[in-house]
């Protein structure tokens, strides 16, 4: 689920009833909203309490394909993705070294006890020389993600504007099911990312 912020104000308004309505907006575009009625009469301070309308873990799936793209698989061939990627995943676009990308590989490590054996973890890197990086030798000894390396990383931005997110940023993460349709996906750190795709994953499966 979503973090509530919590903030205070004053706001002077005409006497009378008003319609209060947050509305957030899921993956698949569909606006969810919380509605209140505040009566402000004259003279006196009413307080209201606003609360941003929740998103269930369930509204966050989609289902988006995108294009095969070209990887170099460990032992050095070159192979498309989707020859690669025949069970649910967990792929990542992944600059090690990086900030973005150093929060994502910490919640890998945090999360590696949930892990399932249904799901594969796939990273995509630029090159060999980033499985020495210090976070990444780290997670490699706890867990055993599937690695294949892309120079420049260039299928990534296609792929983000195909999941309306900022194709901009890395790293990309997307939740794959076995037909290569991306199920959940978001670009750049967001705080709890890794648990969420697990959660969507089970969800995914029951």
Do not use: W
């Amino acid at each position: 689920g979503q973090q509530g912020s919590h903030a205070n104000g004053t706001l002077s308004v005409t006497p009378g009833i008003y319609r209060i309505v947050t509305a957030s907006r899921d993956p698949k575009g569909n606006l969810h909203e919380e509605e209140l009625c505040v009566q402000a009469e004259q003279g006196r301070k009413t307080h209201v309490s606003m609360k941003i309308a929740p998103i269930r873990t369930q509204d966050l799936i989609v289902q988006c394909a995108f294009e095969d793209f070209t990887v170099m698989t460990s032992e050095g061939a070159e192979a498309s993705f989707f020859s690669l990627q025949n069970r649910p995943a967990l792929a990542i676009f992944l600059e090690p070294g990086r900030e973005p990308s150093e929060h994502v590989l910490n919640e890998l490590m945090e999360q590696q006890h949930r892990f399932p054996d249904y799901l594969d973890l796939i990273f995509i890197l630029h090159g060999r020389e980033e499985l020495c990086q210090d976070t990444m030798r780290s997670l490699l000894q706890k867990l055993s993600p599937r690695v294949f390396f892309q120079n420049g990383l260039t299928a990534a931005p296609a792929i983000a504007r195909h999941l309306y997110v900022d194709n901009e940023k890395l790293p990309l993460l997307m939740l794959l099911d076995a037909d290569h349709l991306c199920r959940y996906g978001c670009s750049g750190y967001n705080v709890g990312s890794i648990a969420l795709s697990l959660e969507i994953a089970k969800k995914l499966i029951e």
